[in-house]
C-alpha cells in the first residue's frame, strides 16, 4: 500500500511510468463497474495503462471488489463529493503521457484508446482528441451515432481518410453551441493542461461541460470519426435529477461569462442559454410540481435575462396553478 501525501486515500498497487492512465469516478457502481474496467483492460495497442479508479464514498463494496478482484487497479477512496472531485482526485497521482476519461457506467469499444492516442501522436498539435460514440439504455441502442445528429462537422477539416480524423476548427464554439466531447470519449495530453485546469467541485451537474469549454478555449481538439464508446443512460444518472440539472446548469453559464473572454456574439448565446435554463427550471416546478411561486419568480429572472412571449404565457400559467392550488403551491419545490 501507498499513501497520498496529506490525504487519507489508499493506492493499491503503484506501478511503472504508463503511456496512458485512466480515470474512472465510481459512486455505487459496483454492478456495473466491472464491465467498464474490463473494456480498459481489453485495449490493444502495445501501451501500458494506469487505471485509477476513484470510489467517490459508495456504500455498495465498491473499494472491497476492486482490491479484492482487480489488483493491478489503483484504488482512491474519499467522502462522496461528486464526479468533479473524484476527476481532480485521479489528475493529481496520474503519471500518464495522457489522461483519459471513463464513467463507470460507460465502456470503451475495440481499440477505443488506441485510435485516439494513436491521433494525438501523429498530430503534436493537438492537445485533447474525442470519438464518436453510440449511446443505450439498457440492452437497447437508442442511438447509434451522436456525432452525426450534430453540428460539429460544419467546422472540421479531414487530416487523414483511414481512419477518418478531423481537426475541429472554432472548437470553443462548437462546444458552446452544440457540445460534442463528452468525457468518456475524450483522451488529452497531460503536459496540456495547466493549473486552471481541473473539473468544478461546486458542480454536481454540467461540470464536464464547463470543464471542456474552459479547455476548448485555450486548446485545439481533433475528433476521430469512428464510434469508439458506449454510453449508457442510468434510471439514476444525475441527469435526471432535473433540480441539480437546472441549478447547476445556470451556475456554470455565470462561471462562464465570468471567467473567459468571450465575444458578444458568445456572450449573448450564453445569455440566452441562461435564459432558457430559468424557464425550463420554472416551467417543471409549474407544471410537474405545482409550485407557482417559485415558478414566478424564476420566470421573472428568465424575462430580464432574455424577455419572450413563452415567459408571459408561463405567467399566465403560473397564475393559473396559483388559482387552482392556492397557498399549497407556494412552498412545493
Known sequence: MAYIENNAQEIVNCSMQPDVTVIIPAYNRSSVLFRALNSVKAQQGGKQIEIIVVDDGSTDGTYDLLTKHMPEVKVLRQPNRGPASARNLGLQIATGKYIAFLDSDDEWLESSLKYRVDFLERFSEIDMVFSDFEIYRGNTCVLE???????????????????????????????????????????????????????????????????WLRFSARHNAGIVDRVLVRKYMQNDNLVEKRYLWFENNIRAD????????????????????????????????????????????????????????????????????????????????
Open 145 to 211: 451515432s451522436f456525432l452525426h445528429s450534430r453540428k460539429v462537422w460544419q467546422n472540421a477539416k479531414l487530416i487523414e481518410k483511414s481512419p477518418a480524423c478531423f481537426i475541429v476548427q472554432n472548437f470553443f464554439d462548437c462546444q458552446l453551441i452544440q457540445p460534442v466531447a463528452q468525457t468518456s470519449s475524450v483522451v488529452i495530453r497531460k503536459d496540456a493542461m495547466g493549473n486552471e485546469d481541473i473539473f468544478d467541485e461546486t458542480l454536481q451537474v454540467a461540470e464536464d461541460w464547463e470543464f
Open 254 to 333: 455565470r462561471k462562464i461569462l465570468q471567467t473567459l473572454k468571450l465575444s458578444t456574439e458568445q456572450k449573448k448565446y450564453i445569455v440566452r442559454r441562461m435564459g432558457e435554463n430559468f424557464f425550463e427550471w420554472a416551467y417543471y416546478l409549474i407544471n410537474e410540481k405545482h409550485s407557482a411561486l417559485k415558478g414566478i419568480k424564476l420566470l421573472a429572472k428568465s424575462f430580464v435575462i432574455s424577455p419572450s412571449w413563452r415567459c408571459v404565457r408561463g405567467l399566465l400559467k403560473a397564475m393559473f396553478v396559483l388559482c387552482k392550488y392556492g397557498v399549497k403551491s407556494f412552498g412545493r419545490i
